[in-house]
């Protein structure tokens, strides 16, 4: 009785399509479904999947997923509360606090609009607050964690409320706890960010420096640098609008390798690929720079080894931006993990490297995941 109460008060949807909640627009329903505004929904939710022993799946603006095509067997969880506040601020930074389910891009701009520095080159990147820690989203020069204060979680196995600092977050490029060592253990409330209120544009990364050079604009305001951003990504990564087709951003992570690996990489290259290629390999060492070693663009791979524009079904890879696999209208999840295959074994046997996929696979069985990410 209270069960059916509280499934009645939260607005538990069952059977719900996941499709619309996603940017690839693939992928079959949620067994149950809640949007949650408050700490008593979220009790409430993790009290009714345990009394039926179902998994809890937190999804948030469905960006970085890609949903089976059977669907998810699991009480999905929908972050939907929104909402910045200032919790401290000097002469020189500004703290604030934001809600897990406010759009990463609104709290871009606002910030861009204040003049607080410290995530306009993280305009345009799709997604909820909350989720932006979970893979440390980054781009053009810059990573969340930069500016990452502290998170407000709740444990979902026992309900209870956390603080977690940096420190405990362990951030990494494209990791944290919250998809290695705590994958799937916690809520992250809300989190709270330090911005500058001094102008520190950071324009070290290659195509933001050539932008500006070419505009000939060396000392570029907030609001040059979120336009500038923007320009760029859309001449090559589809924000998910349905025209250019549904994705989930970069299904390849880029590749970080140690001083040896990167030396046996180049042997590869000296059997399979063109002198041009080894050069063209040598000039991106040390292109992009990472403290965690030397990155490597999936993208270089990609093209290299002929997988531009390939196609299985209604999936194709992008031309423009070889890392972003497109649902061209209809697609399935199958479909999306045939093609994801083939690219990763083309590019195994010829440069030894296994790329490792980005978004994260929801309600695949053990076998399908063996069979689809068989390096060989
Ligand atoms: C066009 C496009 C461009 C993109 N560009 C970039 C880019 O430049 N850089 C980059 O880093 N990423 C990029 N992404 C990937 C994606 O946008 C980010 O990873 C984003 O942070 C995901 O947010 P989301 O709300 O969509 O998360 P979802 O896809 O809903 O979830 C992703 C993961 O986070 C977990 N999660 C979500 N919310 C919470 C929460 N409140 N508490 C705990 N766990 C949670 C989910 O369980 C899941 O494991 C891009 C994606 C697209 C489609």
Redesign the pocket.
């Known amino acids: 009785m209270a069960m059916r109460q509280a499934a009645a008060r939260l607005g538990i949807l069952e059977a719900h399509p996941l499709k619309p909640y996603t ?1 690839f627009k693939i992928g079959g329903p949620a067994r149950y479904f809640a949007s949650i505004e408050s700490a008593e929904d979220l009790a409430e939710g993790l009290e009714f999947a345990r009394s039926r022993r179902l998994p809890v ?9 890609l949903v089976n095509d059977p669907g998810l067997d699991a009480l999905v969880i929908h ?1 939907a509360r929104q909402g910045v506040r200032i919790v401290r601020e000097d002469s020189e930074t500004v703290s604030l606090r934001i809600e ?1 389910g406010e759009p ?1 891009d609104a709290l871009v701009e606002h910030a861009v609009q204040h003049n607080w520095w410290g995530i306009e080159n993280l305009s345009h ?4 607050a ?3 820690l ?2 440390n ?3 053009y020069g810059q990573q969340i964690s930069e500016v990452f204060e502290q998170a407000d979680v709740v444990e979902l196995s026992t309900g209870r409320a956390k603080v977690l600092t940096k420190e405990d977050c362990a951030f990494g490029y ?1 990791r944290s706890i ?2 290695t060592t705590r994958k ?1 253990a ?3 409330s809300n989190i709270t960010l330090r911005l500058r209120k001094k102008a520190c544009p950071n324009l070290a990364y290659p195509d933001v420096r050539r932008w500006f050079e070419g505009a000939g604009n060396p000392t570029p305001s907030i609001q040059d640098i979120r336009e500038a951003i923007i320009s760029i990504r859309d001449s090559k ?4 609008r349905e025209e250019r087709g549904g ?4 299904f390849f992570k880029n590749i970080v390798l140690s001083d040896e690996e990167y030396r046996a990489l180049e042997r590869r290259f000296r059997e399979n690929f063109t002198p041009a290629e080894l050069a063209r390999l040598r000039e991106l060492r040390g292109k992009f720079d990472t403290a965690d070693g030397i990155k490597i663009p999936a993208a270089f791979l990609m093209q290299i080894c002929g997988l531009k524009g390939r196609r299985i079904g209604n999936v194709e890879v992008n031309e423009a931006q070889p890392l972003i696999l497109l649902n061209r209208g209809g697609a399935t999840a199958a479909e999306v993990m045939l093609l994801a295959m083939q690219i990763r074994q083309t590019i195994f046997a010829k440069t030894g490297i296994g790329i490792a996929l ?1 978004p ?1 696979l929801l309600g695949f069985t053990q076998s399908e995941r063996e069979k689809y990410l068989a390096l060989e």
């Open positions: 940017t799946f937190i999804l948030g603006g469905g960006s970085n997923v972050p897990a990463w990147i799709p997604g909820q909350g989720a932006a979970v893979q989203i980054g781009a494209r919250f998809n799937d916690y809520l992250i990564f589809p924000f998910p994705n989930a951003g970069s980005e994260e």
